[in-house]
């Protein structure tokens, strides 16, 4: 967020405070139209978290930590 608030400080020539008070407008807007989970990862993101990857990345798996029960055998 505060790579954000620099550009529109930069930019825009806006304030501190108006810079703050922008993005948060503009967030507050954008998760209202978001699922839940989507939400929540930009809440994330915003925050400065890694959440992990893009969106269509596949998902990480830790494989070391699998166990037998994770792979169930199938019958045949």
């Known amino acids: ?9 930069e930019k825009l020539g806006l304030d501190e405070s108006t810079s703050t008070q922008a993005i948060e407008t503009v967030l507050g807007f954008v998760k ?15 925050s ?7 969106l ?3 998902p990480r798996v830790n494989w070391a ?3 037998q029960t994770d792979f169930p055998t199938i019958p045949a």
Request: hydrophobic letters at 40%.
């Open 48 to 54: 400065g978290e890694d959440i992990g990857g893009g």
């Open 32 to 46: 209202g139209k978001l699922p839940e989970n989507v939400a929540g990862m930009l809440d994330s993101t915003m």
């Open 65 to 67: 930590a699998c166990t």
């Open 1 to 9: 967020m505060d790579e954000l608030k620099a550009q529109l400080m």
């Open 56 to 58: 269509m990345e596949p």
